[in-house]
């Protein structure tokens, strides 16, 4: 079992930034792949960034492709999304997840831990 906490979630103008973070416990950290998730009102949850057990090994979602960096703080136990050059399209629950996989996976039915979520909201 694997329990998750978010926080950096807020209100941001369009063009700023936000660093996420997601803290894990009841596993040894080295051993997940964790992955971000977004989703809007009335959307369906949404793949946004991903790393493996190996650090180097990192996928993102074409919309935030040169804008967000997900890395990992093993001894921190966590994970973080740094978010540059928001948009309001970038609106959303943003929610941390982690899999015993080895790799990035991009669909939510691989993951079975899940975060609380934490609100980002991007203004014009």
């Known amino acids: 079992q694997v329990q998750l906490v978010e926080s950096g979630g807020g209100l941001v103008q369009a063009g700023g930034s936000l660093r996420l973070s997601c803290t894990a416990s009841?596993?040894?950290?080295?051993?997940?792949?964790l992955g971000w998730f977004r989703q809007a009102p009335g959307k369906e949850r949404e793949f946004v960034a991903g790393?493996?057990?190996?650090?180097?090994?990192?996928n993102y979602a074409d919309f935030v492709k040169g804008r967000f960096t997900i890395f990992r703080d093993n001894p921190k136990n966590s994970v973080y999304l740094q978010m540059n050059s928001l948009k309001p399209e970038d609106t959303a629950v943003y929610y941390c997840?982690?899999?015993?996989?080895?790799?990035?996976?991009?669909?939510?039915?691989?993951?079975?831990?899940w975060g609380q979520g934490t609100q980002v909201t991007v203004s014009s």
């Open positions: 009841g596993r040894t950290f080295s051993s997940l792949a």
């Open positions: 790393v493996g057990r190996s650090a180097g090994v990192t």
């Open positions: 997840a982690a899999t015993s996989a080895i790799g990035v996976l991009v669909t939510r039915w691989a993951y079975a831990y």
